[in-house]
């Protein structure tokens, strides 16, 4: 390793932590660059990359469509607002809407926590009612009111009072939707693998029931797929897996291959919106437009929800086979994988780094991969050993956890 550039490392950590606000607990490393399923530090080493931006870079690093596309659109029109058309605009939400047999129209913003609030605020409006169900562990968003649907009491308490009318039900519960949905119910939102909360696959008869219940009962199915979405799962939609069809759908993370970008597909029972009633100046911005297009060209000519759906399968059950007693669960759908230990997670995330291998926590005690969906066997294999040597590392305390 060479000091020189362990020097710089340190200094730009040191830049960062003197001027960042702070709500980011970041881990110690300067990722500088990136290709495929690696990126490099600042001190030029590698790392098998299973955090992904959280789960953003489903291509990998790098992507030569991607890098093309941005570089083409940059140097034709950066900006162009909804108060006029584009045509990279019109060829993106044709190819949105026909991502979802029910999807009619979409509507097009710059993160998840949007394109929540989006469907949120359409649920109001087109039902004319006030109540939101969202379900324990669900994770929506920061914003005011993707926030009030998320349920970790860390990240509402300090902002309340939110958005009133939301209530959280018990996940994967039938019974509890059952008894919630009601005549003043406007939306019920459930993300089909919960994230955040800890990598939670949902039941398909509940995610099923939650849709019926909320026909028969005049509110609307909101599925937040901003995690789950663009085969991440090992379908498209992880909808699919289920034959769910939503009056809405929210997306982002991966969208537009690293450049920021949301969209919420809206089906027959939103309808039209009339003018006016919402907007965003970046929604709809022909260079994210573009950078979505070749991304959404690229998952399907490289088959990466097929990709997802082989490899996730292997990942699991390579994990499983991991024989630590640390070890409560290992669970998820395609590659979107969580391991559940007895202990706290965080101090696992820095063995796992010090071994080359960036992860995520979902919540205290999982530790989250997500991939980018070309990631190779021998990539994953790597990354269980390493997970598998880390667990077995006696050296790991939980003194080791930074907050
Ligand atoms: C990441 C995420 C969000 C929030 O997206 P941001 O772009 O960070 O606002 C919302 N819902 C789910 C399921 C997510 O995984």
Known sequence: MNLGDEAMSDEWMEREERYTCGVYRKQPAVIVRGEGARVWDAEGREYVDCATGHGVALLGHAHPRVVAAIREQAGRLITCSEALYNDRRAELEAELVALAPWAERVFLCNSGTEAVEAALKFARLVTRRPGV???????????????????????????????????????????????????????????????????????????????????????????????????????????????????????????????????????????????????????????????????????????????????????????????????????????????????????????????GVLALTAGPIVLRFLPPLVISREDLEFVACQLEEALAETSVSEDEDDG
């Open 133 to 355: 169900i969202a379900a324990r562990n669900g994770f929506h968003g920061r914003t005011m009111g993707a926030l009030s649907a998320t349920w970790r009491p860390e990240y509402r308490r300090p902002f309340e009072p939110l958005v009133p009318g939301f209530i959280h039900v018990p996940y994967n519960r039938p019974d509890a939707l059952e008894e919630a949905v009601g005549p003043d119910t406007a939306a019920v939102i459930l993300e089909v693998v919960q994230g955040e909360g800890g990598v939670y696959p949902g039941d398909g008869a509940y995610l099923r029931r939650a849709q019926e219940l909320c026909r028969e009962r005049g509110a609307l199915f909101i599925v937040d797929e901003i995690q789950t979405g663009l085969g991440r799962t090992g379908r498209m939609l992880a909808c699919e897996h289920y034959g769910l069809e939503p009056d809405m759908v929210c997306l982002a993370k991966g969208l537009a291959g690293g450049v920021p970008m949301g969209a919420v597909l809206l089906g027959p029972r939103v309808g039209r919106l009339p003018p006016a009633v919402h907007g965003s100046t970046f929604g709809g911005n022909p260079l994210a437009c573009a950078a979505a297009l070749a991304t959404l060209h690229a998952i399907r000519e490289e088959g990466l929800p097929e990709r997802a759906a082989e490899g996730g399968p292997f990942f699991l059950s390579r994990l499983r086979a991991i024989p630590s007693p640390l070890i409560r669960e290992v669970r998820g759908l395609g590659l979107m994988v969580g391991v559940e230990l007895r202990r706290k997670a965080r101090p696992y995330l820095r063995a796992l780094l010090r071994r």
